[in-house]
Structure formats: structure tokens, C-alpha cells
């Protein structure tokens, strides 16, 4: 076989730099899509707590922030990462995750919504509100599985539809003067039936579908999801450790006050969250051999540079966010938003290489960062929560955050040092940044389990 000549070579070249333009208009476009849904679903949480806040249901927030807290835990402990597994698996992986969901999380988030129930009763939350929450946090739960399909496909509009839309009758609820529990509620439903219908013939309902969930394959979900076991474990520490401390310490009006505020924070993380996770889903895709087209990277750009614009004008907007909006005492509530807005950049860069390590399959390294932002958390909010309350944990989160953005970025610096290898993989293995890219790593994960 002849081999190309100059002509074909510089053509074959001109038809690369020809599609390069558009790949990355593709990745920059599902970047700004899923970005933008995050941020007006973080717009339309915010505008259910102000009005909620404004009807005086500062306890019905308390309680949200509070028991969504704690059976998110509950899920991480007995499912560890099954939505990462989920969205950067094979088609094993996920009906072992499908069935891990139906036999094993589903009922022990039953049996942790009574415990939770029994000790958050003794601090004057109600039943029916705790009960409602739970009902929602099962159906976000069931949700993150929904929205890792349309994700895969690169389906972020009908995302978008499903995400969003569920809101506005939720909205309307609330405004009409329902409780913000009900109106919750009533917006899982809608998007769980939303998804259903864009998922269509991989819809979980499905008979076909049902068919494959199995109590065996629920167990071999544990062995597949052993590598992102510890990283969900040590992420839910260093994301949720403050608020459910806080939670245990002060009274529901405080975390209600607390809750609202942190809620904004979850809502710009989300936002940040979900442009990084575009670059996740593009690796996946070449790991797995549905995609060759390399995106670059805009989702991190885009990530970072939306993360200094949120920090600028949370900081700016901070008392106005808390008094007109929120309807809170804006002395206080204030300066919690700022210090939370703070971490966001640090945050960013953080996550931008975890989700990349995991979208590469170099599970192990993603979960040593996470570990070491838990470790740092543990003794900060130990020490800052009891003494200075709400002031306290949005200060442990902020200086948790740049402690482990300062020692991930001395650890780039020093790619050669123990301190790298152990946060990064092998020195030939990692990339320069944000991203870290173990080559030898890269390809297909087996169907029996991942690789670490």
C-alpha cells in the first residue's frame, strides 16, 4: 500500500482545521445550554425561597436543606458513586446501577427518612413536611440517573424542558400561598414524568427495561462502584459536612435563614457544575468509542470564567439578594452569601479536574483530591461551626476550598513530586491543566467492573 502524498497529507490536514471550528461550536453550544438550565433552575429554586421566606416559611426550608442533607447521605452510603458510575459506564454498568437503585437505595432511603424523621422531630420539624422532603429527595435521586441518559446523547434541551419546566407550576403553588414542601413535590413528579417521556423507548418504566433489574445485578453494582465509592463519600462530606453540623446545632429558624442562603450557593455550584460536566460526557464518549472528536476545552473555560462573574456580582448583589429577595436580616445573611461566593472559583478548578480524572476512568486520582478536601473540612467546620454558627460554616467551606485548589495547584507545579503523584497519577500520565489525562488508562472500561 503506497503511502499519502504531500498533496493528500496537507488536504487531509485543511479538512481537520476545517471541522475543528465546529466541534468546538458543538461543545461550546451543550456547554452554554446546560450552564444556562442550571442557572435558571437556580433562579426558579431562588424565587421559591423568597417567596417561601416572604410567607414566613423559614422552617419548611430549615427542614429541606436539613433532610435532603441527610438522605443524600444515606444514599452515598449504601450506593457510593452510582451517578458518576452511571453516566461514565457501559450498558452493564448502568442496569447493575438501574437495579443497585431499585433493590438496595430505594429501600434503605426509606428506612433513613423514618430515623431521620424520629431525630429532627425532637427539634420542631414537622412530619408531614420531613415526609414530603424525603418523597423529593428520592425523586432527585431517581432524577440524576434520568438526566446522566439525556446527557450521554447529548440531549441538554429536552434537559432543559425537564429540568425547568417542573418549576413553574411549583412556582405558582407557592405564590398562591402552598407550602414550599408541597410545591417541591409536586415539581419531582412533573419531572420525573417529563423525563420518562423524553427518555422514550429507555424510558425506566418500561417493561423491557424492568426486566433486566435484577437482585444479583444490584450486587455486582457494589464491585463496579467500588473506585467512586470513596469519592462520593469524601465529596458529600466536604459539600454537605457544614450544613448538616449547623443543622444539629441551632434552631429551625437560624437553618432556615442558613438554608436559604446556602441553597443560593448550591444553585451557582450547579451552574458551574453542569458546563464541566459537558467536558465529562465528551471524554466518556472517545473513552467508550462513540466519539473522535476532541472539544478541547470549553467547558472549563466557560466553567471558570462564569465562576469570577458569580463571585463579582454575589459580592456586589450580596445585600440585595438577602433583604429584597430572600427577605432575610441583611447584616448577617449577607456576608454568609459573600464568603460562600468566595469558594466558587476555587471550587471550579477542583471539580474541573476530579471530572475530568473520572471521565478518563482515573478514578483513584479523582477520589484522592476529594479525600483531601474532606480532610481539610473535618477540623475547619469542627472548630468554626460551634463557635461562629452560619458565619462559621461558609467560612470553613471557603477556606476548604482554596486550601484545596493552593495544594492541587502545587501539585501541577510540582509534577514530579510525591504530592502530585499521589493527588495525580504517574507524572507521564497527567496533563498540564485543569484537566489530568492518564493515557494508559484511556479506552473502554471492561463489563465486569472499572478500573481504578
Not at 465528551?282 to 463571585?311: K, P, W, Y
Not at 476550598?401 to 502530585?420: C, F, I, M
Request: net charge positive.
Amino acid at each position: 500500500m503506497g503511502t499519502a502524498g504531500p498533496d493528500t497529507t496537507t488536504s487531509m490536514r485543511r479538512g481537520r482545521h476545517r471541522r475543528e471550528p465546529r466541534r468546538i461550536r458543538s461543545s461550546t453550544r451543550h456547554s452554554l445550554v446546560a450552564s444556562s438550565t442550571n442557572l435558571l433552575n437556580g433562579l426558579l429554586n431562588a424565587a421559591l425561597l423568597a417567596l417561601s421566606a416572604r410567607h414566613g416559611q423559614t422552617d419548611e426550608i430549615g427542614a429541606y436543606v436539613a433532610v435532603t442533607a441527610a438522605l443524600t447521605l444515606v444514599s452515598i452510603a449504601v450506593a457510593g458513586g452510582a451517578p458518576l458510575l452511571y453516566i461514565s459506564g457501559d450498558a452493564a454498568q448502568r442496569v447493575a446501577v438501574r437495579s443497585q437503585w431499585v433493590f438496595v437505595t430505594l429501600p434503605c432511603m426509606a428506612l433513613g427518612t423514618v430515623a431521620i424523621g424520629v431525630l429532627y422531630s425532637r427539634s420542631g420539624y414537622a412530619w408531614p413536611t420531613m415526609l414530603a422532603i424525603a418523597l423529593v429527595a428520592v425523586g432527585n435521586n431517581t432524577a440524576d440517573f434520568q438526566l446522566a441518559d439525556l446527557a450521554r446523547d447529548l440531549r441538554f434541551v429536552s434537559t432543559a424542558v425537564a429540568v425547568c419546566g417542573c418549576k413553574i407550576p411549583a412556582l405558582v403553588l407557592v405564590a398562591a400561598g402552598g407550602q414550599l414542601s408541597a410545591a417541591l413535590l409536586t415539581a419531582a413528579a412533573l419531572q420525573f414524568l417529563a423525563a420518562e417521556a423524553f427518555l422514550g423507548r429507555r424510558s425506566w418504566l418500561r417493561p423491557r427495561t424492568l426486566s433486566e433489574l435484577s437482585p444479583r445485578r444490584a450486587l455486582t453494582a457494589f464491585r463496579m462502584n467500588r473506585h467512586l465509592f470513596g469519592y462520593s463519600v469524601a465529596e458529600y462530606w466536604g459539600g454537605r459536612m457544614t450544613a448538616v453540623l449547623l443543622s444539629l446545632l441551632v434552631t429551625p429558624p437560624v437553618m432556615g435563614a442558613y438554608g436559604a442562603v446556602f441553597s443560593v450557593y448550591q444553585a451557582q455550584t450547579g451552574v458551574l457544575t453542569a458546563a464541566l460536566r459537558v467536558s465529562l460526557v465528551g471524554r466518556v464518549r472517545r473513552r467508550q468509542g462513540l466519539s473522535h472528536a476532541n472539544d478541547g476545552r470549553q467547558g472549563e473555560r466557560i466553567a471558570i470564567l462564569g465562576a469570577m462573574t458569580i463571585t463579582a456580582v454575589s459580592a456586589l448583589a450580596a445585600p440585595w439578594i438577602v433583604g429584597d429577595l430572600l427577605r432575610l436580616p441583611p447584616h448577617g445573611p449577607a456576608m454568609w452569601l459573600i464568603l460562600l461566593a468566595l469558594a466558587l472559583p476555587f471550587m471550579t478548578v477542583v471539580r474541573a479536574v476530579t471530572l475530568n480524572q473520572i471521565g478518563d476512568a482515573s478514578y483513584r486520582e479523582a477520589t484522592h483530591v476529594m479525600v483531601l478536601n474532606a480532610a481539610l473540612i473535618t477540623p475547619l467546620a469542627l472548630a468554626a461551626v460551634p463557635l461562629a454558627g452560619p458565619a462559621g460554616a461558609a467560612t470553613a467551606t471557603l477556606a476548604t476550598e482554596v486550601l484545596t485548589g493552593a495544594l492541587l495547584g502545587l501539585a501541577l507545579l510540582r509534577r514530579h513530586g510525591r504530592l502530585s503523584a499521589w493527588l495525580l497519577g504517574p507524572p507521564g500520565g497527567s496533563a498540564a491543566a485543569p484537566a489530568v489525562v492518564a493515557p494508559e488508562k484511556v479506552g473502554a472500561a471492561a463489563p465486569g467492573g472499572l478500573r481504578g
